[in-house]
Every structure is written in structure tokens, then in C-alpha cells.
């Protein structure tokens, strides 16, 4: 087994396992989320639940750390493979002739999304560790009322940073649009039905980094002090 992770097929389907999971989880994050423009207390009530509840902070968070953390890892040693690889140059190299400006940038978009979750941990993950295991404050409250959806509307009244956040969703819809179809033919999943895949592959990279477009947006022009 550990010999087919190594091989370029293997790392091809462990990277393709790992972006399934996550953009699975890209889905409900932005549930979630979009919970904060429609009902600001049905985004506290689940924000608490997620936030406290034990099989999510011990089992599924844990696994979603690992998921991410394995695929930069796995994407950085496919692009060092295949840039290697590449230094014995085709006779004639012209990329955009057969492959899109996206897939031939993953690497890059890559790199912009990561950039983006250290931020993104920066402003919401770390004082959320910090509220709950070093001051040891689990009950969600602040002054007597649930703090998340302040503490969300917050964090989008710096334009620097939603200008941050939203450049970084337009790298994530690049990354997704070679992404999510790219995943698919990794397992072989394509044959027959190519077409249908690209199809469901544009919506979902333009739908869900647009939703969060709007999440970041809304909240900028709607904070109240
Ligand atoms: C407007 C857009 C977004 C908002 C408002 C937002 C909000 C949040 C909040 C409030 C948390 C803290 C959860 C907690 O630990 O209690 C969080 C965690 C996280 N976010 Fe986002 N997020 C956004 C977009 C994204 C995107 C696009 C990604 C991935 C590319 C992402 C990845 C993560 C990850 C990996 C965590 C840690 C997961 C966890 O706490 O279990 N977020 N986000």
C-alpha cells in the first residue's frame, strides 16, 4: 500500500481523496456561513454548536487539519516531481496550446490559498483556540449574548482585509475550476461522462467562491457598531 502512495499514480489519487474531502467540506463551511447573512441567530446557535460539540473539536476537526496540511504537502511534492521531470524539456513546449492557464498554474493558486488560510487562522481559528483552551471559556458568550456573529462582522470591517479575502476566493474559483474535475479523472471517473463533470466542475468553482464573495461583502457593508 505505502508503495502505491509513492508511486505517481498513488500520490495522483491520494491528492484527488484529500480535495474531495475538502471540498466537501468547502460546502458546508459556506452553509454555515451563508447562515450569517440570513439569520444572524441561527449562525450563533450552529457557530456554538460546531464550536463545542466533542465528535467535532476532537474527531472531525483533527482530521480536516490533517486533510489540509496533507494536501499542500502531497501538492508540493507532485509539482517537484513534475517539474523534474519536466528539466528533460519536450523537443516543442508550447503549453497553452493543450493544457489551461489554470492547470498549469495550480502550484500558484495553490500557494494564494494557502497564504489565505494563514490569515484565515490568524483572524479566526487561533483566538478561538485561545478563548477555549487557554482561558478555558467554552460558553460561547459575551456580555450575556452569543459572540460570533459580532465577532464575525468584526473582522470584515477592515476593506484591506476583505480586498485580502476576496482575491483570495477568486484564486480558490481557479484552483477549483481545473481542480474538481481534475480530482474526478485521477479516479478514473470520467470516462463517459467528461462532459457532465466539466459542467458540475464550472458551477461548483464559481458558486462557491462566489458565496463567499458575498459573505465577506455583506458583512463589510452591513457591520453595525
Ligand atoms: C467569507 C468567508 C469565510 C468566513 C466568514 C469564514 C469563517 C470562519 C470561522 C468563523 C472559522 C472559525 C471556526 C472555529 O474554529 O470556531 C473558520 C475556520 C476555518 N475556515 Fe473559514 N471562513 C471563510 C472562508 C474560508 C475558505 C474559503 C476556506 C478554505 C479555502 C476556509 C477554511 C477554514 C478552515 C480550514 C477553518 C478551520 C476549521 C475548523 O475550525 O474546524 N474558510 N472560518
Given at each position: 500500500?505505502?508503495?502505491?502512495?509513492?508511486?505517481?499514480?498513488?500520490?495522483k489519487?491520494?491528492m484527488a481523496l484529500s480535495a474531495f474531502f475538502l471540498m466537501f467540506f468547502l460546502?458546508?463551511?459556506?452553509?454555515?456561513?451563508?447562515?450569517?447573512?440570513?439569520?444572524?441567530?441561527?449562525?450563533?446557535?450552529?457557530?456554538?454548536?460546531?464550536?463545542?460539540?466533542?465528535?467535532?473539536?476532537?474527531?472531525?476537526?483533527?482530521?480536516?487539519?490533517?486533510?489540509?496540511?496533507?494536501h499542500f504537502?502531497m501538492g508540493?511534492?507532485l509539482e517537484?516531481?513534475?517539474?523534474?521531470?519536466?528539466?528533460?524539456?519536450?523537443?516543442?513546449?508550447?503549453?497553452?496550446?493543450?493544457?489551461t492557464?489554470m492547470s498549469r498554474n495550480m502550484i500558484w493558486s495553490g500557494?494564494a490559498i494557502?497564504?489565505?488560510?494563514?490569515?484565515?487562522?490568524?483572524?479566526?481559528?487561533?483566538?478561538?483556540?485561545?478563548?477555549?483552551?487557554?482561558?478555558?471559556?467554552?460558553?460561547?458568550?459575551?456580555?450575556?449574548?452569543?459572540?460570533?456573529?459580532?465577532?464575525?462582522?468584526?473582522?470584515?470591517?477592515?476593506?484591506?482585509?476583505?480586498?485580502?479575502?476576496?482575491?483570495?476566493?477568486?484564486f480558490l474559483g481557479l484552483h477549483l475550476a481545473h481542480g474538481f474535475t481534475s480530482a474526478f479523472q485521477s479516479m478514473?471517473?470520467t470516462?463517459?461522462?467528461?462532459?457532465?463533470l466539466q459542467?458540475i466542475g464550472k458551477?461548483y468553482s464559481i458558486?462557491v467562491p462566489?458565496?463567499?464573495?458575498?459573505?465577506?461583502?455583506?458583512?463589510?457593508?452591513?457591520?453595525?457598531?
Amino acid at each position: 500500500m505505502s508503495g502505491f502512495f509513492k508511486s505517481s499514480i498513488g500520490r495522483k489519487v491520494a491528492m484527488a481523496l484529500s480535495a474531495f474531502f475538502l471540498m466537501f467540506f468547502l460546502l458546508q463551511h459556506l452553509a454555515i456561513n451563508l447562515l450569517s447573512v440570513f439569520s444572524p441567530e441561527k449562525f450563533n446557535e450552529v457557530s456554538h454548536f460546531m464550536g463545542t460539540n466533542s465528535l467535532v473539536q476532537f474527531a472531525l476537526q483533527p482530521v480536516l487539519i490533517f486533510g489540509v496540511v496533507f494536501h499542500f504537502v502531497m501538492g508540493f511534492v507532485l509539482e517537484l516531481k513534475n517539474s523534474r521531470a519536466r528539466n528533460i524539456s519536450y523537443a516543442k513546449n508550447n503549453g497553452a496550446a493543450n493544457s489551461t492557464w489554470m492547470s498549469r498554474n495550480m502550484i500558484w493558486s495553490g500557494i494564494a490559498i494557502l497564504a489565505f488560510i494563514i490569515l484565515h487562522f490568524i483572524d479566526f481559528w487561533f483566538p478561538e483556540i485561545n478563548t477555549k483552551f487557554i482561558q478555558g471559556d467554552w460558553s460561547g458568550l459575551h456580555n450575556g449574548e452569543f459572540r460570533y456573529f459580532h465577532e464575525l462582522q468584526e473582522k470584515f470591517v477592515n476593506p484591506l482585509r476583505v480586498g485580502a479575502y476576496v482575491t483570495a476566493f477568486v484564486f480558490l474559483g481557479l484552483h477549483l475550476a481545473h481542480g474538481f474535475t481534475s480530482a474526478f479523472q485521477s479516479m478514473g471517473a470520467t470516462a463517459g461522462r467528461k462532459k457532465t463533470l466539466q459542467t458540475i466542475g464550472k458551477a461548483y468553482s464559481i458558486i462557491v467562491p462566489l458565496g463567499f464573495i458575498i459573505v465577506a461583502l455583506y458583512h463589510h457593508l452591513n457591520h453595525n457598531h
